[in-house]
């Protein structure tokens, strides 16, 4: 059964850091990896998806890496601002076809002013 | 906004009460999930519909019945539900799961209480 792992389980910074939210997986066998992001008492929004054939996928100051062979993903986030202040969720996918996401229990990333 | 809409936003029922939760998907998407989200848990997966037709049950009790009459509806009908089920539910689609470069999009959720 597949598991997934965040580490920190959270983190609190000051503005302007770069920092780097953890996600690992017990099955390498996947279809791709999405890194979201929940605020308070709300839906999830889809930050970065990566496909298990790519390394990584940027988007704006976010950056997703995986490495499918250790079971890894990183997030990193650069020069944070205190609107990143949210809880971020890593899911994977077992495969293709409509097949639900495994989601590890998200990192709360506080950004202080 | 989405383009995934769920309501009520928050319900507060007793344990005999019968009540449902609705999605709605205005993406043309074909896949719809109910996820289930316990505080210090992480989401789980309930049900999933492909071409309106139900592809995965993880073990759900049967107080939880899905319904989806087409691709841009999913309904939750909840009766005779236990305290421990209070949660936030979530739905989610997809366009028809098979592109390895497929995203979920998520609604904002139904804040369940039970009584």
């Known amino acids: 059964k597949q598991e997934v792992t965040q580490i920190p389980a959270a983190l609190s910074v000051p503005e302007g850091e770069n920092l780097v939210l953890n996600c690992s997986f017990t099955d390498s066998a996947i279809y791709n990896l999405q890194w979201f992001r929940q605020d308070p008492g709300k839906g999830l929004t889809s930050l970065l998806l990566?496909?298990?054939?790519?390394r990584e996928q940027t988007s704006g100051r976010l950056n997703a890496s995986l490495d499918k062979s250790s079971g890894r993903s990183t997030l990193y986030i650069a020069a944070s601002q205190p609107g990143d202040s949210a809880t971020y969720l890593c899911?994977?996918?077992?495969?293709?076809?409509?097949?639900?996401?495994?989601f590890g229990k998200g990192t709360h990333l506080i950004i202080q002013p | 906004e989405t383009g995934v809409t769920q309501t009520p936003r928050h319900l507060v029922m007793g344990m005999t009460n019968k009540k449902s939760l609705k999605c709605e998907q205005h993406l043309g998407h074909n896949a719809m999930y109910w996820y289930k989200q316990s505080a210090k848990k992480p989401l789980e997966l309930m049900f999933v519909?492909?071409?309106?037709?139900?592809?995965e049950n993880n073990s759900v009790p049967s107080r939880f019945s899905p319904e989806c009459p087409n691709s841009s509806h999913l309904f939750l009908h909840l009766h005779t539900l236990q305290p421990e089920d209070s949660a936030l539910y979530l739905c989610?689609?997809?366009?028809?799961?098979?592109?390895?470069?497929?995203?979920?999009?998520f609604g904002s959720g139904t804040q369940l209480s039970v009584l």
């Open positions: 989610a689609s997809s366009q028809d799961g098979a592109g390895a470069d497929e995203k979920l999009f």
């Open positions: 519909y492909n071409f309106k037709e139900q592809t």
């Open positions: 899911a994977v996918r077992r495969g293709g076809g409509a097949d639900g996401l495994t």
């Open positions: 990566i496909q298990s054939s790519q």
